[in-house]
């Protein structure tokens, strides 16, 4: 039985990994420290968060509201609030260099979830199959008292 030998084998394991850990800056490792790049839209640069933000592969969209270029709701109620705001979803995208095959995951935040039909026959209409997870929640108010608001996340196919 050599022991001696085996307890060597170990040091010199526990070694490599520890200059590995210690010696190795985080950054260069995959997922971690990546690279971001901001979307902004055109009339959104005084607003004090990004349209959207892509970290690595992945695009964050900030919440939409359906408004129009002015940053007014547009008039017609759930139904035309939602393809704005689908719209809006989709330039982000774009912008960012996406598509919407690419957006995973959608969240949708209905001022009164009584809106969810209407909104979900505009939300079928836009996103592409295989549609993409999503939750959809009622809330209890909305930026500039809109009646829907939609984020998403997006991953960049390879």
């Known amino acids: ?30 997922g971690f420290a990546q690279e971001r790049r901001v979307v902004k839209l055109p009339g959104t640069a005084t607003l004090p968060f990004s349209d959207g933000v892509i970290a690595g592969d992945t695009l964050y969209v900030a919440g939409q509201e359906g408004i129009d270029a002015n940053g007014k709701l547009v008039p017609g109620g759930i139904d035309a609030e939602s393809k704005a705001a689908l719209a809006r979803i ?8 996406f598509d919407l095959k690419d957006v995973v995951s959608v969240t949708v935040f209905l001022a009164d979830i009584h809106d969810f039909p209407e909104m979900n026959l505009a939300y079928k209409a836009v996103m592409p199959d295989p549609k993409p997870a999503r939750a ?9 008292n809109a009646r829907i608001e939609i984020s998403a996340i997006a991953v960049k196919r390879k």
């Open 90 to 97: 989709e330039d982000i995208v774009r912008a960012a260099g």
């Open 1 to 30: 039985m050599n022991t001696g030998k085996s307890s060597f084998s170990l040091a010199r394991i526990a070694l490599v990994l520890a200059v590995v850990v210690l010696f190795i800056p985080a950054g260069t490792l995959p």
């Open 136 to 144: 959809t929640v009622q809330v209890a108010g909305l930026v500039n």
